[in-house]
């Protein structure tokens, strides 16, 4: 039988807060402080939970204390639970002032340019007065906000594997397209220019350690081709599109993002073994506030057709080459 030992009235909220408060502090003396207590309050309610769960959750250490294995669990749990407390409060005290509240939404490259701001401005249409908060952030970093209860949702690119308590929502395909700008000496051809000849271009890659980056290569390498000796290598957006438009190099990106940038031409060069599902990343175990729910909605609605336009282009393209 599974033991209520957490529920029978000993573990207090309050424990929870000292315990992460210990975690992000590092020392009992620096956890007192934030919380405007005293260190033998602080020692009391450590040694409380320690003693109610019969093991040891930081190790003493010369200079503080760090969690242990147990503590490291117990705590990413704490910080759900005082995560879902403050999200409970926040929606009671919206519903007395009859607002929906905020939505706070992380997202990293594919999806951030058309996907997520289309369900945005749908959303803002029906509920002007709910607050959106968008967060860029690197995929493993938005995976810890998520799970810490800073983020209600992501949207980008899915995962092949991902924490055991997130789950994922494909929304639509995106496939990732070679790219330069208009009037680039490539587009001059009468026929698409194979991956050799575009080698002798300058070229932004991916960092390394990334998806597109590994699927890049594999591309390469399945073509018998090294990677181009004339490249920059970068993650930045920003940057990337000022080179694009600016000078001579080809990159790889997420189709939409060419698309809707009239200053870019998609090269009719394929990349068919590269494609990003694309979609909704979401805690399993935490329920979704009204705003978040909301937003899904219009994720749902965008997604479905992003999906049928990216048929149709490629349809269109198609029959192109045909």
């Known amino acids: 039988m599974v033991s209520d030992r957490l529920l029978d009235g000993r573990l207090k909220v309050r424990h929870l807060v000292l315990l992460t408060a210990i975690a992000d502090e590092g020392t009992l003396v620096r956890a ?10 602080v020692t009391r309610a450590l ?3 320690e003693d109610l769960l019969g093991v040891q959750l930081f190790e003493r250490m010369p200079r503080g204390v760090t969690p242990t294995e147990y503590g490291r ?14 999200a409970a409060d926040e929606e009671v005290r919206l519903l007395q002032t009859g607002r929906l509240g905020t939505v706070t939404v992380g997202t990293h490259l594919a999806g951030s340019n058309l996907l997520l701001p289309r369900a945005i401005a749908a959303l803002k249409a029906e509920h002007p007065r709910l607050t959106v908060v968008v ?12 799970l810490a209860g800073d983020l209600d949702l992501t949207v980008g690119r899915l995962s092949p594997t ?73 993650t930045s ?29 998609i090269l009719p060069t394929p990349l068919s073994s590269i494609r990003r599902s694309v979609g909704v990343t979401r805690p399993k175990d935490r329920m979704p506030s009204p705003a978040a729910s909301a937003l899904l909605v219009h994720l749902r609605e965008v997604g479905a057709q ?13 029959a192109g080459r045909g």
Not at 251 to 262: K, T
């Open 73 to 86: 669990a117990f705590i990413e749990r704490a910080r759900s639970v005082l995560a879902e407390l403050r």
């Open 135 to 146: 967060r860029e952030a690197t995929p493993d970093t938005l995976q810890q906000l998520l």
């Open 162 to 234: 991902v924490p055991v308590r997130l789950e994922q929502e494909r929304l639509h395909q995106e496939p990732i397209r070679l790219v330069a700008r208009a009037g680039h000496p490539v587009h001059g051809g009468n026929r698409a220019s194979s991956l050799a000849e575009l080698i002798a271009f300058p070229w932004i890659f991916p960092v390394a350690q990334t998806a597109l980056r590994d699927e890049l290569e594999a591309v390469f390498f399945h073509e018998g081709l090294p990677l181009p000796a004339d490249r920059v290598e970068c």
């Open 306 to 318: 992003l999906a049928e336009f990216e048929r149709d282009y490629e349809s269109s393209e198609g």
């Open 32 to 41: 007192a402080e934030s919380l405007h207590i005293t260190q033998p309050v």
């Open 47 to 49: 040694r409380e939970v």
């Open 237 to 265: 957006m920003l940057t990337l599109r000022n080179l694009l438009v600016s000078t001579d190099v080809i990159a790889a990106l997420p189709m939409f993002i060419a698309v809707d940038d009239r200053e870019l031409r």
